[in-house]
């Protein structure tokens, strides 16, 4: 059972930028995929952004330009780069990771708790 900790969050400015940082319990090089869901007050949770293994990416067209996904298999960590930040990027955001045999299509295997991002206007 792979635990994953989120991090990083907090509230800035419409504008600018924040990393979130997602530190898994044991080796991620097995996991197929990670991502980041987010998740705002009276909406669905939505898939923004995801990795795997070989380095294939996905974002979110919301997102797309201004976010970037990365992961550190040496420190067991997957990170989300996000710039321009607007007031609609406001919401909880969870770390996510897929088994090998899934895909992000799928519902993820292990989540994390969340990490609250807020911008203001």
């Known amino acids: 059972q792979v635990q994953l900790v989120e991090s990083g969050g907090g509230l800035v400015q419409a504008g600018g930028s924040l990393r979130l940082s997602c530190a898994a319990s044991?080796?991620?090089?097995?996991?197929?995929?990670m991502g980041w869901y987010r998740q705002a007050p009276g909406k669905e949770r939505e898939l923004v952004a995801a990795?795997?293994?070989?380095?294939?990416?996905y974002y979110a067209d919301s997102v797309k330009d201004r976010f970037t996904t990365s992961r550190d298999n040496a420190k067991n960590t997957l990170y989300l780069q996000m710039n321009s930040l607007k007031p609609e990027d406001t919401a909880m955001y969870y770390c996510?990771?897929?088994?090998?045999?899934?895909?992000?299509?799928?519902?993820?295997?292990?989540w994390g708790q969340g990490t609250q991002v807020t911008v203001s206007s």
């Open positions: 044991e080796s991620i090089f097995s996991i197929r995929a």
């Open positions: 990795i795997y293994r070989g380095g294939n990416t």
């Open positions: 996510a990771a897929w088994a090998v045999g899934t895909t992000i299509q799928t519902i993820p295997s292990f």
